[in-house]
DNA sequence: AACGAGTCCAACCGCCAGATA
DNA sequence: GTATCTGGCGGTTGGACTCGT
């Protein structure tokens, strides 16, 4: 039986207050982040570690950028989820100053929707049936996007059996091009695997994920080459 | 002004993987 | 080899807010 992450009696739950928030912060600005499972009683704080780190870098972490999300922040968002599926933490490293919860946030409430209204089925990036069946193309719903171009070199392989509702973009970029002929949105996204990353995908498809997709451990020349 | 429906987003939950004993 | 701990991730929830009637 899996221990609970900390004695849930003696936390704070639900919204944080101001005087949390400054506690965190002066902690952190003195000790730097880490070990969070301590960081609570250490700050003097009646939080759950989890709770401290996901307040932290979803909301008071000093870089985050914040504010509406512009369209080549969109464009982006929409490519790497045709790529990399609901990833968020790896698609969210691709964006200076967004987080994961953020990006979630932000795909469920505007981009599902406005793919969906372009007749996009926002789970695999391709054409709802439905819709390529009509007579008329799809019209984007908004100026932003009129479409995806989406080149893949390498598909990586996921580590988990996701839900249903996952994205199946792998099958979308494998299977056959993906079915958004007449939309050109000007985006070329291009994923190369180091030749090492590549051995690992042969051995171990776990440990190529692993290595390859984190994106904190992506170098500044990264393997996930995008250009728009 | 009051109310209900819809939307947004911060926060929580459960699971998984890596590190360590 | 295995049990446990810890950090991290994606899915989900619920309260606050907005909008239409």
């Not at 926002?122 to 995806?148: D, E, F, M, V």
């Not at 839900?163 to 958004?180: I, V």
């Not at 090492?196 to 020349?221: M, T």
Request: glycine residues 6%; positive net charge; proline residues 7%.
């Amino acid at each position: 039986m899996r221990k609970p992450c900390c004695d849930k009696q003696d936390t704070n739950k639900g919204a944080w207050s101001k005087e949390e928030d400054q506690k965190l912060i002066d902690y952190i600005r003195k000790h730097g982040e880490g070990c969070w499972r301590s960081l609570p009683q250490a700050a003097g704080l009646l939080r759950c570690g989890k709770s401290c780190r996901l307040r932290w870098i979803n909301y008071l972490r000093p870089d985050l950028k914040r504010g509406n999300f512009g369209e080549d922040e969109e464009d982006l968002i929409i490519k790497l989820h045709a790529l990399l599926g609901n990833r968020w933490s790896l698609i969210a490293g691709r964006l200076p100053g967004r987080t994961d919860n953020e990006v979630k946030n932000y795909w469920n409430s505007h981009l599902r929707r406005k793919l969906i209204n372009m007749g996009i089925d926002p789970n695999n990036h391709r054409l709802n049936q439905n819709l390529q069946r009509s007579r008329n193309p799809p019209i984007p719903a908004s100026g932003t996007s009129s479409g995806l171009k989406i080149q893949a070199k390498q598909q990586p392989t996921k580590p988990r059996v996701d839900s249903e509702q996952t994205s199946d973009a792998g099958s979308c970029l494998e299977d056959e091009p993906c079915a958004l002929p007449d939309l050109n949105l000007n985006l070329d996204l291009t994923m190369s695997i180091p030749s090492s990353s590549i051995a690992h995908v042969e051995g171990n498809p776990k440990d190529n994920e692993s290595n390859f997709l984190r994106p904190q451990k992506i170098a500044p020349s990264s393997n996930l080459l995008l250009s728009q």
